[in-house]
């Protein structure tokens, strides 16, 4: 199939480019690279063994799409491209739902007007909000605490609508969990800009001694150890995901949504001490207070994805850790 990859640069987006060439597939990228750079194409393409087409352009640039549209007979999109940081989404919520619901809905448009009516949306467990009645079921009630989750749900919820309206749309909805790690090779990975506000990425950069100490935002929940406990998922397992949903809207119609986690939840001292195993480095920590907005513990049933997409996580945390290291050993090499 053709597939045109929104966000296809950044962190998922660049994972599952791979996946999907080595399954076959014809990839078209579009990308602003507001959170991404050009030379992961590059990278993709060696280690996906086949070339592929980059678009920089933005989503709300309906004359890009359209352009795209015109030159390739898109099957199917798998839609990455979003802000999304929760801390920023609150000091520019305008912003986040601009560029993520009013984004969507000129794809939507552009692929309802050149008849593609197959998508894959990158959704978050952050619709289900201060929800901490784990494991989370896709039919759980749904809520969220910031602007980055309102535009998840606002999304899923125009697709819903969409559906309704035209049921000849195949829709899958992956609300994704905590994914971590990088390609086993070390090229691609995240890299997020400034300091992190996610765990690992955090945790890679006190390990190799770029920050100081971590922060441990809690410790008084009420978890294994009383720190926050998380689903983590390896990022090739989450990329397995997208060619699992993507086959499934190849074969039916329908709107449905899945979690792409692996069911096992860990705790920030059960991931910091993982990591030092990985690495053979300490990683310096504080406990703090709280964080505002944290829930307790978060981790998918992963039920439905195994029985629907046919589709499960198989690697583990020690693996995530190794993969995320890795990765962050290689990019030093790479920029000395
Ligand atoms: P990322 O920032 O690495 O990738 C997103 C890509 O989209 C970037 O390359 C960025 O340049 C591009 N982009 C942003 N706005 C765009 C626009 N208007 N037009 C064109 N390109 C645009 O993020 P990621 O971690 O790969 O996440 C991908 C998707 O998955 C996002 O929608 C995100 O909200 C969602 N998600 C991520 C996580 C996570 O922990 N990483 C968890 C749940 C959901
Ligand atoms: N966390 C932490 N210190 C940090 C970043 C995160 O203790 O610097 C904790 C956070 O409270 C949560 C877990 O690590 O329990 C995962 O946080 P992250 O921001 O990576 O993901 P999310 O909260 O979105 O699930």
Redesign the pocket.
């Known amino acids: 199939m053709k597939i045109l990859v929104?966000?296809g640069?950044?962190?998922?987006?660049s994972h599952t480019c791979v996946k999907l060439l080595e399954a076959g597939h014809q990839v078209v990228i579009?990308?602003?690279?507001?959170?991404?750079k050009k030379e992961i194409v590059a990278k993709i393409e060696i280690l996906g063994k086949k070339s592929m087409e980059f678009y920089e352009?933005?989503?709300?640039d309906v004359n890009r799409l359209e352009e795209i549209f015109t030159h390739h007979n898109i099957d199917a999109v798998i839609h990455?491209?979003?802000?999304?940081s929760v801390g920023e989404s609150v000091s520019m919520p305008l912003e986040y739902y601009d560029?993520n619901v009013n984004?969507t809905i000129q794809l939507l448009k552009v692929m309802k007007k050149f008849k593609c009516k197959k998508i894959v949306f990158?959704?978050?467990?952050?619709v289900y909000g201060m929800n901490d009645n784990v494991p989370f079921e896709e039919d759980d009630p749904l809520s969220t605490t910031n602007p980055y989750g309102a535009t998840?749900k606002m999304i899923e919820e125009i697709m819903q609508d969409l559906y309704v309206g035209d049921q000849d749309f195949a829709i899958a909805l992956l609300r994704?969990f905590?994914?971590i790690g990088a390609h086993p090779s070390g090229l691609i990975g995240?890299s997020p800009n400034g300091i992190p506000n996610?765990l690992l990425p955090y945790i890679a950069k006190v390990a190799s001694g770029e920050l100081e100490e971590l922060s441990v935002f809690g410790d008084d929940y009420d978890t294994i150890d009383g720190t926050g406990v998380r689903d983590y998922i390896h990022i090739q397992d989450l990329a397995e995901g997208h060619i699992a949903a993507l086959n499934y809207v190849q074969a039916q119609s329908g709107i449905e949504a899945f979690n792409l986690g692996t069911g096992e939840g860990y705790s920030v001292l059960q991931v910091i001490h993982a990591f030092e195993k990985a690495s053979d480095q300490i990683v310096k920590y504080k406990v703090v207070p709280r964080r505002s907005g944290d829930i307790g513990s978060c981790y998918a049933s992963t039920q439905k994805s195994k029985n629907i997409l046919h589709w499960e996580a198989k690697l583990d945390l020690p693996t995530m850790c190794l993969d995320a290291w890795n990765y962050v050993q290689n990019g030093k090499k790479v920029n000395k």
């Open positions: 929104t966000g640069t950044g962190f998922i987006g579009i990308d602003n690279l507001i959170n991404s352009g933005d989503i709300r990455f491209a979003g802000l999304k560029n984004g990158s959704s978050s467990a952050t998840k994704y905590n994914p995240e996610n």
